[in-house]
């Protein structure tokens, strides 16, 4: 049995990761075996394969915070918790991007609920709060008023009319960046769609995200599929 992953086979997994997803984006051609192969002879107490998995844990992680992950790496959810938050704040480390942490939480939440179901617990009638410093992108309000213009109160996934209005009477869309921000996504009309909550969640965390993703690009004219070309 190996032991723990040090932090710093972590990190130049999750560099590697990174550097992969990088390259998919810009459409070169990636040689994952061959990164795993370079990992192992750097870290010489783990296999190939073990960093194998240890990417399909780290797109788990991404897909836990609903982002896209790599292609032809399967989501493994084979990750402790304690584990998945490194992964989780490597990530934001790496790509210089603090974001308050999320996975730990849903990964607990998963476990619980796979045991029996116990008495209702107690849970905290004051929750202690958390700091963490996180980092937003500025968003274009005139872009967001556009896409929701352009939606005219009608999900642009699901064509269904916004399911409620606001407080002010407006139908309720949410504005979603097709190439997320997150993966260096723009914040223009050609890259930005307006939807319901449903879809919204679902284009997120659905099973069926890349594909409704791609259901965007063939369905919405002045969207242009972004590249880092
Ligand atoms: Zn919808
Ligand atoms: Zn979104």
Redesign the pocket.
């Known amino acids: 049995m190996a032991s723990d992953w040090t932090d710093e086979e972590l990190r130049e997994s999750v560099r590697a990761y990174l550097g992969l997803m990088e390259a998919q984006r810009a459409g070169r051609a990636i040689n994952k075996a061959g990164v795993y192969r370079d990992l192992a002879s750097n870290f010489t107490s783990r296999t190939p394969k073990a960093f194998e998995y240890r990417m399909q844990n780290i797109s788990y992680v991404l897909s836990l915070l609903g982002r896209p992950w790599l292609k032809g790496v399967a989501p493994a959810k084979n990750v402790g918790s304690n584990v998945a938050a490194k992964i989780e704040s490597l990530i934001s480390e790496l790509e210089g991007r603090p974001s308050a942490p999320i996975v730990a939480l849903e990964i607990e939440t998963r476990q619980r609920l796979k045991a029996p179901m116990p008495k209702a617990p107690t849970g905290e009638k004051r929750p202690a709060f958390i700091t963490s410093s996180v980092t937003a992108y500025r968003r274009d309000p005139a872009v967001r008023a556009w896409v929701l213009r352009r939606a005219n109160g009608m999900?642009e996934?699901?064509d269904?009319p916004a399911p409620f209005v606001d407080s002010e009477g407006s139908p309720y869309l949410e504005v979603h960046h097709v190439r997320q921000l997150a993966d260096g996504g723009s914040d223009q009309v050609s890259n930005t769609v307006a939807?319901?909550p449903?879809?919204h969640r679902r284009m997120h965390f659905g099973a069926d995200s890349a594909a409704l993703t791609a259901k965007m690009y063939s369905r919405i004219k002045e969207l242009v599929p972004e590249s880092n070309i």
């Open positions: 999900c996934c699901c269904a939807l319901c449903n879809c």
